[in-house]
Nanobody, 115 residues
Framework: QVQLVDTGGGLVQAGGSLRLSCAASESIFSMNSMGWYRQAPGNQRAWVATITNAGSTKYADSVQGRFTISRDNAKNTIYLQLNSLKPEDSAVYYC?????????WGQGTQVTVSS
């Protein structure tokens, strides 16, 4: 059972930055893909970004050019750098990973962007 721990959220003004971290309980080297989703109150959980074990990245249109996903295999951690934040980026952000056909989720970390 893979455990993922999401950290790094907080309160920031519009235009500011945050870096989210997702630490895995085991090696992420062989995990096919890992990524981030977010969920705002009253909305469904929405995909934000993905990074493969080869380092390829994809982003939702709404965050392209502002957010950057990365991974550090030595630390079993992935990151999401959030820049130029907007109030509509406010949500709980969840890390996820696919391992042997199973999907695992972090507990989420709250990001609040004030205008």
């Amino acid at each position: 059972q893979v455990q993922l721990v999401d950290t790094g959220g907080g309160l920031v003004q519009a235009g500011g930055s945050l870096r989210l971290s997702c630490a895995a309980s085991e090696s992420i080297f062989s995990m096919n893909s890992m990524g981030w989703y977010r969920q705002a109150p009253g909305n469904q959980r929405a995909w934000v970004a993905t990074i493969t074990n080869a380092g390829s990245t994809k982003y939702a249109d709404s965050v392209q050019g502002r957010f950057t996903i990365s991974r550090d295999n030595a630390k079993n951690t992935i990151y999401l750098q959030l820049n130029s934040l907007k109030p509509e980026d406010s949500a709980v952000y969840y890390c996820n990973a696919w391992v042997s056909g199973n999907r695992y989720w972090g507990q989420g970390t709250q990001v609040t962007v004030s205008s």
